[in-house]
């Protein structure tokens, strides 16, 4: 078997007052009608990036909302995640090759993986490239499969991208997060379009009393009484961390006191982060207003949500985005957003709300200084982008187009006897 991840307890009704009524009501709806039925969400790591924080939510709500739900790990050794990462580049159109080794070493990896897989599930739902090979090559274990894409692969490198799509047409629906990414002759026929959303009652999200989160920047060396900008990401290239730096260099030069922190977490999955974290280091040394955290040296949900609160603006310079989590993270709290205009990022902030779109180092340095000097205008901002988060991406929205697209599945084939109706769970097949 794979390495299952534990998960807490959830309550969905505690969500009731936070997220809109409309969509608490027809999640409910939906889940009376999915009870029993037996899910399992398959990734590569249980930390570290937008797809493990939504599971950690998500599954553990479906589980209290009466579907049997599991969250699994596929296992690699570093050679495998330095092949999904090229894999995952080049879908996301990065150039270079996807060499006869790699494919051979992501083939052998997927084989034993698949073999460590139950036939114990209705529907398995694949996040990302990584495990995308599975049902393929391993047999559909009599579930209906899922395969959940949360990158941008509007555009991929053709020789990776015809690599991987012949895996994909074991699969009955696929979900992405905009209609654009959906890749050139894309073999699944069922396309679901669905957003991420953050979770309010996670630590990272909760309201964190001013007081506390001041103490806890202190404690981990930040001058809460000077301007501060951050931006929380993987260190990963699409994200531009030397395009922040030098964005930050360029708002220093009127502002001197300004401090820019660079919160970045290391991922299991993303060898790629560490070459990421040197060159920022690198460039870096001699400014000593730059701090740099990881997960690594304890920095985590509480002192993520710290940072997203007191930060005068939080940047997110993406040059290439599935979604950016961290945006809605950040506009929960208030806080406005300087960002690049990628992927998701403007579903998150439509023009006037939630802070300023860029597309340069020079446009990211002028809506810092911009916004640093407006703080009226930028409060405004930071309010409107809490309000558009509260009635779109929060995770009561994510459980009710996840549920819709399950309710869709199982009743376009006719059910066995005993199917997703029953009343004890798990349903033995659908
Ligand atoms: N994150 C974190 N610590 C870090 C960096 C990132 O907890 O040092 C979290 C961040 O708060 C967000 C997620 O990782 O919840 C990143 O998701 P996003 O969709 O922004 O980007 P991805 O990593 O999936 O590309």
Same mark, same amino acid.
Request: aromatic share 8%; proline share 7%; glycine share 8%.
């Given at each position: 078997?794979?390495?299952?991840?534990?998960? &807490?307890?959830?309550?969905?009704?505690?969500?009731?007052?936070?997220?809109?009524?409309? +969509?608490?009501?027809?999640?409910?709806?939906?889940?009376?009608?999915?009870?029993?039925?037996?899910?399992?969400?398959?990734?590569?790591?249980?930390?570290?990036?937008?797809?493990?924080?939504?599971?950690?939510?998500?599954?553990?709500?479906?589980?209290?909302? &009466?579907?049997?739900?599991?969250? +699994?790990?596929?296992?690699?050794?570093?050679?495998?995640?330095?092949?999904?990462?090229?894999?995952?580049?080049?879908?996301?159109?990065?150039?270079?090759?996807?060499?006869?080794?790699?494919?051979?070493?992501?083939?052998?990896?997927?084989?034993?993986?698949?073999?460590?897989?139950?036939?114990?599930?209705?529907?398995?739902?694949? =996040?990302?490239?990584?495990?995308?090979?599975? !049902?393929?090559?391993?047999?559909?274990?009599?579930?209906?499969?899922?395969?959940?894409? =949360?990158?941008?692969?509007?555009?991929?490198?053709?020789?990776?991208?015809?690599?991987?799509?012949?895996?994909?047409?074991?699969?009955?629906?696929?979900?992405?997060?905009?209609?654009?990414?959906?890749?050139?002759?894309?073999?699944?026929?069922?396309?679901?379009?669905?957003? !991420?959303?953050?979770?309010?009652?996670?630590?990272?999200?909760?309201?964190?009393?001013?007081?506390?989160?001041?103490?806890?920047?202190?404690?981990?060396?930040?001058?809460?009484?000077?301007?501060?900008?951050?931006?929380?990401?993987?260190?990963?290239?699409?994200?531009?961390?030397?395009?922040?730096?030098?964005?930050?260099?360029?708002?220093?030069?009127?502002?001197? /006191?300004?401090?820019? %922190?660079?919160?970045?977490?290391?991922?299991?999955?993303?060898?790629?982060?560490?070459? @990421?974290?040197? +060159?920022?280091?690198? %460039?870096?040394?001699?400014?000593?207003?730059?701090?740099?955290?990881?997960?690594?040296?304890? @920095?985590?949900?509480?002192?993520?949500?710290?940072?997203?609160?007191?930060?005068?603006? @939080?940047?997110?310079?993406?040059?290439?985005?599935?979604?950016?989590?961290?945006?809605?993270?950040?506009?929960?709290?208030?806080?406005?957003?300087?960002?690049?205009?990628?992927?998701?990022?403007?579903?998150?902030?439509?023009?006037?709300?939630?802070?300023?779109?860029?597309?340069?180092?020079?446009?990211?340095?002028?809506?810092?200084?911009?916004?640093?000097? =407006?703080?009226?205008?930028? /409060?405004?901002?930071?309010?409107? &982008?809490?309000? =558009?988060?509260?009635?779109?991406?929060?995770?009561?929205?994510?459980?009710?187009?996840?549920?819709?697209?399950?309710?869709?599945?199982?009743? %376009?084939?006719?059910?066995?006897?005993?199917?997703?109706?029953?009343?004890?769970?798990?349903?033995?097949?659908?």
């Amino acid at each position: 078997m794979l390495d299952l991840v534990d998960l &807490g307890k959830r309550s969905f009704s505690a969500y009731r007052g936070i997220a809109p009524d409309e +969509q608490m009501d027809e999640v409910l709806s939906l889940a009376e009608r999915l009870r029993g039925a037996r899910c399992l969400q398959l990734n590569a790591t249980p930390y570290g990036g937008g797809v493990s924080e939504l599971l950690r939510s998500g599954v553990a709500l479906l589980n209290d909302l &009466g579907l049997v739900t599991d969250w +699994q790990i596929i296992r690699g050794d570093q050679e495998f995640f330095h092949v999904t990462k090229r894999l995952h580049n080049a879908l996301q159109g990065a150039p270079g090759g996807f060499s006869e080794s790699d494919k051979a070493t992501y083939l052998a990896q997927s084989r034993l993986n698949s073999s460590h897989l139950s036939e114990d599930y209705d529907f398995i739902i694949v =996040h990302d490239p990584q495990p995308a090979a599975l !049902p393929m090559l391993g047999g559909r274990k009599g579930a209906r499969w899922i395969w959940r894409c =949360h990158i941008d692969t509007s555009n991929p490198n053709p020789e990776a991208w015809e690599f991987l799509r012949p895996f994909l047409s074991a699969y009955d629906a696929a979900i992405f997060t905009l209609p654009e990414f959906i890749p050139p002759r894309f073999p699944i026929s069922h396309v679901a379009i669905q957003s !991420p959303a953050i979770d309010p009652l996670s630590p990272k999200n909760l309201p964190l009393p001013e007081k506390l989160a001041r103490q806890v920047l202190e404690w981990i060396g930040v001058r809460t009484n000077r301007p501060l900008v951050t931006q929380i990401s993987r260190f990963d290239p699409w994200k531009d961390p030397l395009g922040v730096i030098a964005a930050y260099r360029r708002v220093r030069a009127e502002l001197p /006191h300004l401090q820019l %922190a660079m919160v970045g977490s290391l991922a299991l999955d993303d060898p790629e982060g560490w070459d @990421v974290y040197r +060159q920022i280091r690198d %460039a870096t040394a001699d400014d000593n207003r730059i701090h740099i955290f990881t997960n690594l040296v304890g @920095v985590g949900n509480i002192e993520v949500n710290a940072f997203q609160l007191l930060s005068d603006v @939080v940047i997110q310079k993406s040059i290439r985005e599935g979604f950016g989590l961290v945006v809605s993270e950040a506009l929960w709290k208030g806080t406005p957003v300087v960002a690049g205009r990628a992927g998701g990022i403007p579903l998150q902030m439509p023009e006037g709300v939630g802070g300023l779109l860029v597309d340069s180092v020079e446009q990211c340095a002028e809506a810092v200084l911009h916004l640093l000097q =407006h703080p009226q205008e930028a /409060h405004y901002l930071g309010e409107q &982008g809490r309000e =558009h988060v509260r009635r779109h991406f929060l995770m009561p929205r994510v459980l009710l187009d996840f549920l819709r697209l399950l309710d869709d599945l199982a009743h %376009a084939k006719p059910l066995e006897p005993r199917g997703l109706a029953c009343t004890t769970p798990p349903c033995a097949s659908l």
